[in-house]
Structures are given as C-alpha cells and as structure tokens.
C-alpha cells in the first residue's frame, strides 16, 4: 500500500526586507548576495507573529482545504529548532488553537517536537510515514515551523526567514508517497549549534550591537536567545560531506548501479539559502562522471571538479531539476526545518504552473541539520499532485507580500517596537506573554483574528 503526502500548506511572514536594503547597510556588494547566493528577500515576523502562529496558520489552511476536523488527526508531529519552552512542545499550542477554530477537538491525538536542526521535519516525516505503515486508517499531521534568526552583522544575516510548512500524512496519497530506503549519515560535530544561556551571555557581551541597544538586547537574549552559534564555511564543508555520504548510502540500498540523480525528476535539498543546492550538488556526483576523466586527461581531480561545475551539462541539470525549488526560497529565505519542504511546494507549483506531466516521476530529496545529519530518499508523484499542489497559490501568495525599511527591520530584531507593521488580519497571532509576576510567568496566548 502507498502511504505519503496528500496535502501541503505554508504559512510565512507578509514583511520583507529587500536584499539590496540589507547590503547597503552592511557595505557588502549587493550582486554577491543576488548573484552569488541567490538572494531576493528576508522575510521576518512582524511584532504579532512567532513560530506557533505559523505553524496554526499552516495546519488551519490545510484541514480547512482538505475539510478535515482535529477529531480525524491521530497525530500531530513538529519539527523546529526554534522551541519557545524547554518543556513544552510546539505541538501542544496547537491543540487549543485548533480546538477553538474547528470547535472540536481529539483528546487522543498523540503530539510532540523532534529537534536535529534543520533535518527535524524530516525526522517527522519518516517517523508518521512508518506510523501509517502500520496502521492505515490513520492520519497525522507533520508540521515544520522555524525563525532563522542570525546575530546582526554576521554571515547568516543575509540568510535569515520564517515560516512553516504542513503536510498531511494518509495512505493513497494524492501527492506523494514514499518507498521505504532511506540513506543516512551521522557525526557528532559543532558546525551551527544554540547554546544554553550562561555561555550565552559571555557571547553577547563580546558582540558589537551598538551601545544605545545593547541593554535591552542583552535583556531580551538572556530571556531566550534565538540566534545559533556557527561557522558557515565550516558547515558547508559538514553539510556536503554528510550529504554525500547519504546519498551513497540510499545508492547502495538500491543495490543500483546507475547514479540515483538520474532518475530524479526534481532536486530538492535542503536550502540554507537559495542557492546552497547548485553550488553543492556538483561535488556530490562529479566522480559518477566518467566522462571527465578522458575530457579532462592530465587535470587535477579538483580541476576536473570545478570544470564540471561550468560545463553545459551541470548548467541544465541546474535549469531543469535544481531551480524549480529555489523560486520560493530566494523570496523568503531560510526557514530551516521547512526549508526543504518549502523547496519541494515551489518546484511543484512551478512544474505545475508550466503544466508538466510529473505523475509517477521519482523526485530526490536530500536533507541535512548541523551537528550534524543528512537524509537522501526519493518519493514518487501521484496521479492528483497537479490539483493538490495548486490550491497552495504559493508564488501569488509570496508576490503580496510588502517591503519594510532597515530601520523597521533593525525595530523587529532588537524588540524594539510593540507596534505590528500590517493589521492582524484572518490569522492566528500572538495576544498574551504572562509577564514576571505571574504564577504563569512565560505562559504563551494566541488568538484568531478574522
Ligand atoms: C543553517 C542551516 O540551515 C543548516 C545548514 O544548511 S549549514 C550550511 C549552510 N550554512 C549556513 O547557512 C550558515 C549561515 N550562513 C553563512 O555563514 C554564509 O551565508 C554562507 C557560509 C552560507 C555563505 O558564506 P559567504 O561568505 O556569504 O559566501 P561565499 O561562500 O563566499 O559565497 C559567495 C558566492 O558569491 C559569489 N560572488 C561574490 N561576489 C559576487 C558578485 N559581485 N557577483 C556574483 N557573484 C559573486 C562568489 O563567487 C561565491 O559563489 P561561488 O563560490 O559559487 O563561486
């Protein structure tokens, strides 16, 4: 029986800064980011907004297009690295929000959190598919929803989003579904890590924010600091190897002798930023190459390598099976467990909106979270992805969403302002934070606005 995905929603901020704005602030060149990267927009919440709200909004948008009910969900399993409690689950604010939208709710439904970085959706994922496996009347829900939010100034700056991703999980899927290899590759390292609070304050005292911030945003961090601690060269080099590794590892489990990305239809890796998977890719398959080795008789391995990377050959594959994806991330940026997932709803929409014909087309995905794990796995298409796919409105949806000044931004970041930018409207926002002197200190309210 085919057990995946038949449903798939977003949600993510309808603030951005421009890229541009961005470089010009921080004297980078700006083609460095646009050319170089990939990047157009950083997308960032406004004041009302945090990662429940999207996740709700996610999930309220998928049961309401499905018109499903919380009494037909079993399970609701998220995947963040962006948890606002070091108890509670993400999963559980849900439930009442949920309860109240629908007015019905599943005492039984089973929910929880898994964390690995960025790969935690993916985590999800397998872990709902192996659920249906077993017991195929059920449906879950799979939730990745995340904020990347980077020190001011650094390298990750750039790079930074939010938003959340949904899928439901069923048997005969009507988008998806997903045969049982899976390679895998695992390291204990510390390429992008969030430390506990007492390093953390040594890490804010040593950092440059400016004199006239730097008490409320030191105040604001040691409440809970949001930003990794990283070396982004240092895990690039992680991400490829552990992708690499994965990925020989679902070849061998196919016992196939043909490289696995041939087969593929459609590349989705996990994007840190728009263009990670282009300018990784090259050097996970250059040695199924055999051709460079008689076009490039004489050059250094890596030569070959970098020759490989520029050749028409690796342009197209780029073109026709790497750019679909990326559409969306360039206009949002990373939203690291739901990046992936968001990489996979662009280049659906897009072959969708170019009417192709993808039905039962093999797709590879390639996930990775620092610290540090890679999944590579494929998934078939199902015969109804078209419809499913194009009730999401993703590029429409992402087209209406407004620019907003660096000062703004920099008022964002530092909290800084009370005020939201856009009205609350049609969406689940943030309404309470029990202050201090509550019993409930830290207790977290939402509410619906219509
Ligand atoms: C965080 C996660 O979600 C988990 C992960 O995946 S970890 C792996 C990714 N790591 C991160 O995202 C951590 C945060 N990000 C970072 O630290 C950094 O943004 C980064 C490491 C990803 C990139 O580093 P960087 O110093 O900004 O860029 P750099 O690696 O030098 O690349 C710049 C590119 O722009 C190009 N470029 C520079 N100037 C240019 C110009 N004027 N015109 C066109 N291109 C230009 C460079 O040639 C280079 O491209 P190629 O290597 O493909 O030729």
Redesign the pocket.
């Known amino acids: 029986m085919k057990i995946g995905i038949s449903s798939i929603h977003f949600d993510v901020p309808k603030i951005y800064l421009p890229i541009e704005d961005l470089a010009k602030e921080r004297a980078i ?1 700006a ?7 990939g990047l157009q927009r950083m997308s960032f919440p406004d004041v009302h907004q945090d990662v429940v709200c999207f996740a709700a909004n996610a999930v309220i948008k998928l049961m309401e297009t499905e018109n499903l009910k919380p009494s037909q969900i079993d399970r609701i399993y998220v995947g963040t690295e962006s948890a606002l409690d070091s108890s509670k689950p993400l999963a559980s604010f849900l439930l009442p929000i949920l309860a109240e939208k629908f007015d019905d709710e599943n005492p039984h439904c089973d929910v929880v959190d898994l964390t690995f ?2 790969i935690g959706g993916v985590d999800a994922l397998q872990n709902c598919l192996d659920y249906v496996r077993l017991r195929p009347e059920k449906k879950c829900l799979v939730v990745c929803s995340d904020f ?1 939010k ?1 020190d001011l100034s ?3 700056e ?2 930074q989003g939010a938003g959340a991703v949904a899928m439901l999980i069923e048997a005969h899927p009507k988008l998806l579904s997903f045969p049982l290899e899976s390679g895998v590759s695992s390291r204990g390292v510390f ?2 890590f969030k430390p506990k609070r007492s390093f953390q304050k040594r890490q804010i005292l040593n950092s440059n924010v400016a004199a006239d911030h730097f008490s409320h945003y030191e105040e604001e961090l040691l409440v809970a600091r949001e930003q ?1 601690v ?4 240092y ?2 080099q ?2 490829l190897e552990r992708v690499k590794e994965a990925y020989y590892d679902l070849k061998k489990q196919k016992a196939s002798n043909t490289p696995c990305y041939k087969n593929w239809s459609l590349i989705l890796m ?4 728009c ?2 998977a ?2 990784m890719f090259w050097q996970l398959i250059a040695e199924e190459q055999p051709e460079l080795n008689s076009s490039f008789q004489g050059a250094t391995e890596a030569d070959k390598w970098k020759a490989f990377s520029k050749s028409e050959a690796y342009k197209k594959i780029v073109q026709e099976k790497i750019y679909p994806a990326e559409i969306a991330s360039g206009k949002v940026g ?1 939203i ?1 467990t739901g ?1 992936l997932f968001l990489g996979l709803l662009s280049a659906l929409y897009f072959s969708a909106k170019e009417n192709q014909n993808l039905s039962k087309h093999t797709l590879g995905f390639m996930a ?3 610290g540090a794990k890679a999944k590579v796995f494929e998934a078939e298409v199902e015969a109804e992805w078209k419809e499913q796919i194009k009730k999401t409105n993703l590029f429409e949806t992402l087209e209406k969403a407004q620019a907003i000044s660096f000062e703004t931004y920099k008022d964002l970041y530092l909290k800084r302002t009370n005020k939201s930018v856009l009205p609350v409207k049609n969406e689940v926002y943030l309404k309470r934070v029990e202050k201090e002197n509550s019993t409930t200190y830290g207790a977290r309210f939402y509410a619906i606005a219509n």
């Open positions: 060149e083609a460095k980011l646009e050319k170089g990267l970085a960025c990347a980077y650094s390298t990750g750039y790079t390429d992008f990794p990283f070396d982004g060269q895990s690039n992680s991400y996990h994007l840190p930023y263009f990670q282009r300018r990373n690291y990046s990775y979270g620092s």
